[in-house]
């Protein structure tokens, strides 16, 4: 019983062009979402988040959507670069609820061609 | 300011020991989180820690357990190993409590078990 899904495993985009990851969540108390960005051999990093009173967040080249009638979140980087290259974990979290419990999404491997 | 670190890096068990992580965390951070990630999911929350009490567990069993001391540095303690307790065992430290509390991440501990 996935809450946080991510359903394209990888994508691939050429340097300059934008990146759009999607995630999709089924439960409605979620309040809170973050993304996380996260090389090899390195612990996942904080790149941005977004509450669910917004629905748009941006820092820089990272933007984050949030679409909650459809339970749907994006992170749009723009322009993408090679140094993108990770793989990215949306998450989200209930303040009411479980207060240290983020879950995660199984994440986007993102390539970012030259 | 010191970000958030675990030891070891790596350790190979055999099914039936018992193991100990570590984790410093991030200066000023008085609330600890462990999740397990398993090879191609996201990670999973095990259980929080705020000012040496634990705050909120997820769906592991009793043999996983936690400490946090007065320095808010934490151990995970994992009794008679399993093969599927091979994974990555992250840390995360944050400020505790309020909407916008953000985790980082350690690098993690690689575990494998035989």
């Known amino acids: 019983d996935q809450q946080v899904k991510q359903n394209s495993p990888s994508l691939s985009v050429q340097e300059g062009r934008i990146s759009i990851l999607n995630c999709d969540y089924t439960?409605?108390?979620?309040?809170?979402f973050l993304w996380y960005k996260k090389y090899p051999a390195e612990g996942p990093t904080f790149l941005i988040s977004i509450s669910s009173i917004k629905d748009k967040n941006e820092d820089g080249r990272f933007t984050v959507f949030l679409n909650k009638s459809a339970k749907h979140l994006s992170l749009h980087i723009v322009p993408s670069q090679p140094g993108d290259s990770a793989v990215y974990f949306c998450a989200a979290k209930n303040y009411g609820g479980s207060q240290g419990n983020l879950i995660f999404g199984k994440g986007t491997k993102l390539s970012v061609k030259p | 300011e010191t970000g958030v670190t675990q030891s070891p890096t790596h350790l190979i068990k055999t099914r039936g020991q018992q193991v100990t992580l570590r984790c410093s965390s991030q200066?000023?951070?008085?609330?600890v989180s462990w999740y397990q990630q398993a090879l191609g999911q996201g990670p999973q929350f095990i259980f929080q820690y705020y000012r040496e009490e634990e705050n909120g567990r997820g769906n592991f069993p009793p043999r996983f357990s936690g400490l946090q001391f007065p320095n808010y540095s934490s151990e995970l303690n994992v009794n008679a190993l399993e093969l599927d307790d091979s994974a990555l065992y992250l840390c995360?430290?944050?400020?505790?409590?309020?909407?916008?509390?953000?985790?980082?991440f350690g690098a993690g501990t690689r575990l494998s078990v035989l």
């Open positions: 200066s000023g951070h008085n609330t």
């Open positions: 439960n409605s108390m979620f309040d809170y």
């Open positions: 995360a430290s944050s400020l505790g409590g309020g909407k916008g509390d953000i985790q980082y």
